[in-house]
């Protein structure tokens, strides 16, 4: 009984390895982890206000937002495709406490329309998709903020310098 208990879940474990690997290559988007110094001065440069609507694009394990909600009482949303990566956002969610809101759906899949602020770091292949989606659904004063990548066709309202001693990458803010 425990073997096939044990059986079961290794397949389940093993069927959503390889899910998510098909992901990442397919996509071409890795689960690249923000470390927790650029979670704090991403949600610094977003200067997060109580009840706003703050959306993460590729959320990952759900860190970013599960510190904005605990630090600031923010209403989060995350979007991953990643099976694997889901599903251990799904985990620290529960472990946390978090009430954060986590999709399994493409973030072009996504209505950004209700975002107040907009969190991403995804890779330079999918700005351009993002900058057309961002136009074309964000309301006036969205703030978006970007780990590492500039998103092309929309101006960076400030860009926070790469500052190597202190372990922070660029992180660009956009206004709509």
Same mark, same amino acid.
């Given at each position: 009984m425990l073997s096939t208990i044990f059986l079961t879940l290794f397949l389940v474990f093993f069927v959503l390895l390889i899910a998510t690997v098909f992901v990442h290559?397919?996509?071409?988007?890795?689960?690249v982890p923000t470390r927790n110094r650029v979670v704090a001065k991403m949600i610094e440069v977003a200067k997060l206000k109580p009840k706003e609507?703050?959306?993460? *694009?590729?959320?990952?394990? $759900?860190?970013?937002? #599960? $510190? $904005?909600? =605990?630090?600031?009482?923010?209403?989060?949303?995350?979007f991953e495709i990643a099976p694997l990566v889901y599903l251990l956002a799904q985990l620290r969610k529960i472990i946390s406490g978090s009430n954060v809101k986590i999709?399994?759906?493409s973030l072009f899949k996504a209505n950004l329309g209700k975002a107040n602020v907009i969190f991403c770091y995804l890779i330079p292949s999918v700005m351009?998709? *993002? $900058? =057309? =989606?961002?136009?074309?659904?964000?309301?006036?004063?969205t703030r978006i903020i970007s780990n590492?990548?500039? #998103?092309?066709?929309?101006?960076?309202?400030?860009?926070?310098?790469?500052?190597?001693?202190?372990? *922070?990458?660029? #992180?660009?803010l956009y206004k709509i």
């Open positions: 290559m397919f996509f071409l988007v890795p689960y609507t703050v959306y993460d *694009l590729g959320c990952g394990d $759900a860190r970013l937002l #599960i $510190a $904005a909600e =605990k630090q600031v009482k923010v209403k989060t949303f995350g999709f399994f759906k351009p998709g *993002l $900058a =057309k =989606k961002i136009k074309k659904e964000c309301k006036k004063g590492t990548f500039h #998103i092309p066709e929309l101006k960076p309202y400030k860009i926070f310098t790469k500052d190597p001693k202190k372990g *922070l990458p660029t #992180i660009y």
